[in-house]
T-cell receptor, first 108, second 116 residues
Framework: QKEVEQNSGPLSVPEGAIASLNCTYS??????FFWYRQYSGKSPELIMF????GDKEDGRFTAQLNKASQYVSLLIRDSQPSDSATYLC????????FGAGTTVTVRA | GAVVSQHPSWVICKSGTSVKIECRSL??????MFWYRQFPKQSLMLMAT?????????EQGVEKDKFLINHASLTLSTLTVTSAHPEDSSFYIC????????????FGPGTRLTVL
């Protein structure tokens, strides 16, 4: 499987703040990147995916991709307590390779 | 749409027994399904890729004779953990890729296996 690295956290942010999650990947040829959210004891749920360099916004979430730096990030704006979860970065080259995940806690 | 189910959602078994887990795509066809395992506080690790009508492709380090995969139809893949031992206790998650959406996988809710 491909190498996918995430800052392990935990990341604690106050309610209403921006949470910033980072991910790097080893294979320069990788084309598509996914962010999943996983609550404890549950399976991952897709937040968004990105294929092209630049930013992609979906509601309070923004994914950023820089293929030259082999870097993808996720910003969560106006963080809510319900955003407290583990966030998984994944590289999709026919099959998904997951990072270790970053645990986010949003303090009310 | 794009719902994947797993059965059972949890199972407790005695050491040495075999356990079968089913993964179904409810409203789409999935030529390809994937089986993952997740230990506590760890990320998902791909165990194998299940292909309808052919043998599964196992990841390095995964024993194919212990984790039997059968993908007999376009909507069903099964994982059988044979001669289960306590170290096989884990969260098993399947995903299915809709044939027309090759870049996205839809995850099942997972099966919690506890081997006593």
């Amino acid at each position: 499987q491909k190498e996918v690295e995430q800052n392990s956290g935990p990341l604690s942010v106050p309610e209403g703040a921006i949470a910033s999650l980072n991910c790097t990947y080893s294979d320069r040829g990788s084309q598509s990147f996914f962010w999943y959210r996983q609550y404890s004891g549950k399976s991952p749920e897709l937040i968004m995916f990105i294929y092209s360099n630049g930013d992609k916004e979906d509601g309070r979430f923004t994914a950023q991709l820089n293929k030259a730096s082999q870097y993808v990030s996720l910003l969560i704006r106006d963080s809510q307590p319900s955003d407290s979860a583990t966030y998984l970065c994944a590289v999709n080259d026919y099959k998904l390779s997951f990072g270790a995940g970053t645990t986010v806690t949003v303090r009310a | 749409g794009a719902v994947v189910s797993q059965h059972p959602s949890w199972v407790i078994c005695k050491s040495g027994t075999s356990v079968k887990i089913e993964c179904r795509s409810l409203d789409f066809q999935a030529t390809t399904m994937f089986w993952y395992r997740q230990f506590p506080k760890q990320s998902l690790m791909l165990m194998a890729t299940s292909n309808e009508g052919s043998k599964a492709t196992y990841e390095q380090g995964v024993e194919k004779d212990k984790f039997l995969i059968n993908h007999a139809s376009l909507t069903l893949s099964t994982l059988t953990v044979t001669s289960a031992h306590p170290e096989d206790s884990s969260f098993y998650i399947c995903s299915a890729r809709e044939d027309s959406l090759i870049n996205e996988q839809f995850f099942g809710p997972g099966t919690r296996l506890t081997v006593l």
